[in-house]
C-alpha cells in the first residue's frame, strides 16, 4: 500500500522534474580531506568572523539540526526538508508540482498570502475558497474545497491550522477525510507555523496512512528565532527527495544553523515550552479584556498567538495603539475583514498597554 501511495505523489510532481538532478554543489560531494581546494571559497577568515565559520559553504541539510527537527516533529529525517522559513517550502512545492497555466491551487481566505503569490509568480491557477465566518469562528468548508480541488485540477491545497489570522483550527479526522479524497490527485499541505499554542495533534501523524499530505512548521513563531529564517517541510519522503533537487545550493547558513541547533536544546526547548503556555494564558486574558470593550464588535477564538478583533471604528483603534506605541497587523484590505485588527500576543506587560490603549479610545469616543 506505501509503495503506491509513494508513486502516487510523485506522479503529482511535473513530469518534467521527475527525473531533475538538479545542481551539485561542492558541499554535495560526500569527498574527505583537511585542505579543501574544490569550492573556490578563500583560505582565510574574514576579519568580522572572529569563529571562522564561515568562509566555507555550509552543509545544504545540516545532519545535526536535521535529526534534532526530526525528533521534534516526530518524522524521520529523510521525511524533513530544512529551508528558509516555510516561504521557500511553499514556493518549492508549487514550482515543483504546478505546471504554468495549467495547474491550479487552493487557498482559503482570510490565510496567509504567500499562498497566492507563490501561485501567481508560478502562473498556477488560484481557487479561492473563503473561509466562513460562524458563531464559533471562521472554518474551512472541507466538502466545497475538497470538490474545488477535483473540479479545478489542483495540484495543492494549503490549509493553514491554526489559521493566519482567523486562529481557528481543523479537525485532523476532516483532514484525513479530504486527504483521501484527493488521493492521487492533489498534496494537502497543512501549515501549522502557529502548531505549538494550539491543541491539536500535528498532521505530522497522518503521514504514515496518508503520503498525500504534507506538514509546514517553523521556529519563527515559539522558538523566538524570525530572523535566522528557519522553516521545515514534512512530507513522503520521495518528494522530499524531489525537492531537494530543486532547492537551491546552500539553503541553510552556518551561523542560523548554530543557533537553531542551541535554541532546540533541552533546556532550551523547556523554556519556549513554559513561554508558550504563558501566551495561552495571556490569550485569554487578552481575549476577555477585548471582548468587554464596547468599541470591539467581536474577538475570534483562536488557537494562534493572536487575536483577531472587530472594532467600530477599526482606523480609531489602529491609530490609538499607534499612539500608545503599539503596532498591530491592520487586515481591512483582507477579505471579510474590513473592521478588523489582529493582535499578537505579546508579553503581560505588552498586552496591558494594548488595553490601556484601547479603553483610551473608549473614553475618547
Known amino acids: 500500500m506505501n509503495t503506491m501511495l509513494n508513486g502516487r505523489v510523485l506522479d503529482l510532481v511535473r513530469e518534467d522534474l521527475r527525473g531533475f538532478a538538479g545542481y551539485k554543489s561542492a558541499r554535495s560531494e560526500t569527498l574527505r580531506g583537511d585542505i579543501w581546494l574544490n569550492a573556490n571559497e578563500s583560505a582565510w577568515a574574514n576579519p568580522a568572523d572572529a569563529q571562522a565559520s564561515c568562509r566555507r559553504y555550509p552543509d545544504p541539510q545540516p545532519q545535526a539540526l536535521r535529526e534534532r527537527l526530526a525528533q521534534l516533529y516526530g518524522c524521520t529525517v529523510d521525511q524533513l526538508l530544512i529551508g528558509r522559513g516555510s516561504d521557500e517550502a511553499i514556493d518549492l512545492l508549487v514550482r515543483a508540482l504546478c505546471v504554468p497555466g495549467r495547474d491550479a491551487v487552493v487557498v482559503t481566505p482570510p490565510v496567509f498570502g504567500m499562498y497566492a503569490v507563490c501561485a501567481r509568480l508560478q502562473d498556477a491557477r488560484i481557487a479561492e475558497l473563503p473561509l466562513v465566518d460562524s458563531e464559533t469562528g471562521f472554518v474551512a468548508d472541507l466538502q466545497a474545497i475538497g470538490e474545488a480541488a477535483i473540479a479545478g485540477r489542483a495540484k495543492l491545497v494549503f490549509l493553514c491550522s491554526p489559521s493566519n489570522p482567523a486562529g481557528s483550527v481543523i479537525a485532523l479526522a476532516d483532514i484525513a477525510l479530504l486527504a483521501k479524497r484527493l488521493e492521487g490527485r492533489a498534496l494537502v499541505v497543512v501549515d501549522e507555523a502557529y502548531g505549538e499554542f494550539s491543541d491539536n495533534v500535528s498532521a505530522t501523524t497522518l503521514l504514515a496512512s496518508h503520503a498525500n499530505i504534507a506538514v509546514l512548521r517553523t521556529l519563527s513563531k515559539a522558538h523566538a528565532l524570525a530572523a535566522a529564517r528557519i522553516g521545515s517541510l514534512v512530507a513522503d519522503a520521495e518528494l522530499i527527495d ?10 541553510v547558513p552556518t551561523p542560523c544553523a548554530e543557533l537553531a541547533l542551541a535554541g532546540l536544546s533541552d533546556a532550551a526547548l523547556e523554556q519556549t515550552r513554559q513561554r508558550v503556555e504563558l501566551i495561552r494564558s495571556e490569550r485569554s486574558r487578552l481575549q476577555a479584556a477585548l471582548a468587554a470593550l464596547p468599541e470591539v464588535l467581536r474577538v475570534y477564538p483562536s488557537q494562534g498567538n493572536y487575536l483577531l478583533a472587530r472594532f467600530r471604528d477599526a482606523e480609531a483603534a489602529f491609530r490609538s ?36 490603549a484601547l479603553r483610551a479610545l473608549e473614553m475618547a469616543a
Open 242 to 251: 524531489v525537492l531537494r533537487r530543486c532547492q537551491a545550493p546552500y539553503p
Open 321 to 356: 495603539l499607534l499612539t500608545a506605541g503599539v503596532v498591530v497587523r491592520d487586515q481591512r484590505a483582507a477579505p471579510q475583514l474590513d473592521n478588523a485588527l489582529r493582535i499578537t500576543i505579546g508579553s503581560p506587560e505588552q498586552n496591558d498597554r494594548v488595553i490601556a
